[in-house]
């Protein structure tokens, strides 16, 4: 028995053979006699190998996700790159190379390149560099560059093109193990979608080759050739841990149906494009919260209407015609932002935050806006306004929703029809929310703030925890408050806040005739069995 430890890319245990996964490297011709011909070959198999990437996006976006893809969608970019084009030509046409040898070497050099940069993210990308070019050499030289694997492996390589893993038929895959890799390779957002264990930072010897091995994804270990004890305990786990996922996953394309035959709406929350494939691999049935705030967050400057459309747009084409909620941006409070230069408040939960940032800054709300509705044209987007207390909130969103709409429309852009909803996270909102049923479409109550305020209680403060009480008699009649009142409306009614998943309450909110639950998407199929077996 030997234990190899490497570092953890995703968790989970596999156990199984070693398939050691050795790149075709067969040596390429370097000089041509005809240049012209090789830069009419180089075209041409560049242009096949768009063909295929677009093939394997396509199947990366069903297989794992539209991160996964954006994978595909990045070799793509690379080899329609002025810079990489132009590399390659001056290769064939300087050097006298063979399109082979000047795809190589323009590889080798856009690698050198990438790996040389400060930042983490980009130095990773010097794999892809290489990747995309062996890819295309494969096309030049008419061989495949798939990956052959006829039983369930532990594919450890000394670095994995996505490209080759996408391809591989997932029921063959337990699990990843490479040398060379990082926490933000492809091959690592791979395994990530497609929830395998994977390690790096493992060098293994051919002759581990067919081996059996443990790959403990969580421990960041690799144990070749582990003695009887050893394997039974990672057996035990592995069976454990299976019963229950595919207990749970046989539900996922099941109803959220109660025995009586009431449907109930299983949605998630999410906080940006990289969580639409694991809400999919949950049986996620939309998005009921995506908490835009995030992208606000993750920059050093207010995200641009290109920067937000692109995001949004990428949730509703990955969620395939599913709802996608898009919430508007809800700063402040326990959100700060520094580029936002918000004053100092003595009560910043009762302070500038959410629609008042919105109604108060309106061109921060109008850039947020275009980009909802420029993504509502590539799928089934909605608009949710948060924190709302007043009418006049609400009807001057919408006229600013409407305002932009006209002006998109002037300048002939394409929009979808987006639903409008508020979320209902103020006892202000429960009291009006007759009121505010009359100018919605539909309500989602946010029980992280709706009990904060009600029971005046900081959600923040570690030391109020025993009064944070989601269960006070208080918190529940508010919902079924807002129920009544929706519903009296035809308004349909879910909750998002954390109490959503609480499965204590489960029944009690399909009693009081709640319409939907959006979770974080782990919590979607153990809920989804909870609302079946009532
Ligand atoms: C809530 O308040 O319950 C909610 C879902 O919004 P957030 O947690 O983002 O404030
Ligand atoms: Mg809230």
Known sequence: MKVYSGKSINGSVAVGKIFIYSKNSAAVKEKADDSALELSRYENASAAACEQLDELYQKALADAGVEAAGIFEFHRMMLEDDDYIDSVKEFISDNGYTAEMAVKSTGKKFAAMFAEMDDEYMRARSTDAKDVSDMLVSVLSGKSSRLNINEP??????????????????????????????????????????????????????????????????????????????LEKAKAILQKNEERRLQLHALKDLPAVTGDGRRIKLYANIAGPEDVADVLANGGEGV????????????????????????????????????????????????????????????????????????????????????????????????????????????????????????????????????????????????????????????????????????????????????????????????RMTEENAHARGVSVAICGELGADMTLTEEFLAMGIDGLSVAPPKLLPLKEKVRSL
């Open 288 to 479: 009921g919260l995506f908490r835009t705030e995030f992208l606000y967050m993750n920059n050093d400057d207010y995200p641009t209407e290109e920067e937000q459309f692109a995001a949004y747009k990428a949730v509703a084409e990955g969620m395939k015609g599913k709802e996608v909620i898009i919430r508007t941006l809800d700063i402040g409070a326990d959100k700060q932002l520094d580029y936002m230069k918000m004053d100092n408040e003595v009560n910043p939960a009762l302070g500038c935050r959410a629609i008042r940032i919105c109604l108060t800054r309106p061109e921060i709300f109008r850039t947020q806006l275009r980009a909802i509705l420029r993504a509502s044209a590539y799928g089934n987007v909605s608009v949710m306004f948060p924190m709302i207390a007043s009418l006049w909130e609400v009807r001057e969103a919408k006229a600013m929703l409407e305002k932009c709409r006209q002006e998109l429309l002037g300048e002939g852009i394409d929009i979808g029809c987006p639903r409008v909803g508020v979320m209902i996270e103020t006892p202000a909102a429960v009291i009006i929310s007759d009121m505010l049923a009359e100018e919605v479409d539909f309500f989602s109550i946010g029980t992280n703030d709706l009990t904060q305020y009600t029971l005046a209680a900081d959600r923040q403060n570690p030391n109020l925890e025993k009064f944070v009480d989601t269960h006070n008699p208080a918190v529940l009649r508010m919902i």
């Open 153 to 230: 492996v532990i594919l450890a390589a000394e670095e994995l093109t996505p490209g080759g893993a996408i391809q591989l038929d997932k029921s063959k895959l337990l699990g990843f193990v490479t040398d060379i890799g990082s926490d933000n390779s492809h091959t690592a957002i791979l395994a990530r979608s497609l929830d395998l264990p994977a390690v790096y930072d493992v060098k293994l010897p051919e002759s581990c080759n067919g081996k059996m091995a443990i790959l403990d994804g969580c421990k960041g270990e690799l144990i070749i050739d582990p003695d009887s004890e050893t």
